[in-house]
Structures are given as C-alpha cells and as structure tokens.
C-alpha cells in the first residue's frame, strides 16, 4: 500500500515562529487530507488539497502531486497551535481509504 | 465542513461487558464511515471500512467478533466492543465521506478505558 512520511516527527517553538511541515507520499493520490489533533484528541479538518495551494489564515498548505509532497506552513505560531498535524491520503486508483502519515507533533512555548 | 458527532466521548466499563459507540453525520449522508483506534503519541490505524446497508471490511487483525460494526442508516453507524477487556482500553475515532474520493470528516473520539 501507499507510504506516507511526515517530517520532522517532533517540533518545538517559541511564540510567534514560523515553520513548515511536509508529508512525502509514495504513489500518486486522489485526495490530501491536513489535520490538527488537538490535546483533547478531536482532529480537526485543515486542508482538503490534491494539489494546488490553499491559505486560511496563519496557515497555508501546497501539494504538489507530481512530485510527490506536500507542505503546511503555520506563520506567527500560537500556544493553541500545539498538538499533533496528521497527513492523510487516499492512493489512487485504490480502495479511497484515508492512509496516516505518523504526524508532527507540535509544541509552542510562550 | 460537515459535522461527525460521536458519542460518548469517554466511558469506563468493567472487564468483560460490552460498550457501543455511536457516530453520526448530522448534516450529510454518509455511505461509507471508517473507525480507527489509535494508541498514546501513535497515528491513526483503520480498524474498519462500513458502508451503509452492507458488511463491514475489516483491517488484518481486526477481529469482527469483537468489534461489532453497523451501518444501518446513512447517518449512523456504532461500533460495538464486545467482552472488552483492558487491552482493548484506547482512543476510538469515527469517519465520515459522503461518496468515494470527497473529503472526510471526524467525530470528536471516545476514549474508553476498560478497568
């Protein structure tokens, strides 16, 4: 089945920093899936993105299916913003189950 | 974005009963939700596939007798851990698409905790 990498695996920051996260997929994909887990647990949806770029507000992701990747960047990062970010594809051609990457996981200090 | 409810969102059972967890779409029909598990600081691993009206597809390694799924409506489908037991105690997550290849949608998980 489809492989899915998330890098880096763990990531800490200070208020306000900026930074990138990337999801590496070994197939091409129908569907790209961005998710925030929140401490509580709830995965909330980010970005819906089998290619292109998207913005909503501090956050902004790029897939580009061709070559395989795609990108979340978090600008002026906040305290809520910690938590872990989950890539999510469907391989296709496939059986359009969502395949998890392992996440980034996300501290922001104060 | 649509809206997956799932209820409860935590519960404690005593070894040995069994425990139903629901998840609905409240704005959409879903004909296809998936349930996952996933264990502390680990991703989410699909248990099952579901579509409404037919059998469940599920994961190797997932045994169906104990993991009992319907999908009897097109806004509804439970997950039923029967005789659980305290490895069964983790986070469960519900999933929600309208048609194959749309985006899907969560339910706020249940963390169960069998003692």
């Known amino acids: 089945g489809i492989q899915v990498e998330q890098s880096p695996p763990d990531l800490i920051l200070q208020e306000g920093a900026n930074s990138t996260l990337r999801c590496n997929f070994s197939?091409?994909?129908?569907?790209l899936q961005w998710f925030h887990q929140n401490p509580w647990g709830q995965l909330i949806n980010l970005f819906y993105i089998p290619s292109g770029t998207k913005q909503n507000g501090r956050l902004s992701a790029t897939t580009v299916a061709t070559e395989r990747y795609s990108l979340l960047y978090i600008s002026s990062s906040q305290t809520t913003d910690s938590g872990v970010y989950f890539c999510?594809?469907?391989?296709?051609?496939?059986?359009?189950?969502?395949?998890f990457g392992r996440g980034t996981s996300l501290i922001v200090h104060p | 974005g649509a809206v997956v409810s799932q209820h409860p969102s935590r519960v404690i059972c005593k070894s040995g009963t069994s425990v139903k967890i629901e998840c609905r779409s409240l704005?959409?029909?879903?004909?296809?939700m998936f349930w996952y598990r996933q264990f502390p600081k680990q991703s989410l691993m699909l248990m099952a596939t579901?579509?409404?009206?037919?059998?469940?597809?599920?994961e190797q390694g997932v045994e169906k007798d104990k993991f009992l799924i319907n999908h009897a409506s097109l806004t509804l489908s439970t997950l039923t851990v029967t005789s659980a037991h305290p490895e069964d105690s983790s986070f469960y997550i519900c999933?929600?698409?309208?048609?194959?290849?749309?985006?899907?949608?969560f339910g706020q998980g249940t963390r169960l905790t069998v003692v």
């Open positions: 999933s929600a698409r309208l048609i194959m290849n749309t985006e899907a949608f």
């Open positions: 999510a594809v469907v391989a296709s051609g496939g059986s359009y189950i969502p395949t």
């Open positions: 579901s579509n409404e009206g037919s059998k469940a597809t599920y």
């Open positions: 704005d959409f029909q879903a004909t296809t």
């Open positions: 197939d091409s994909v129908n569907n």
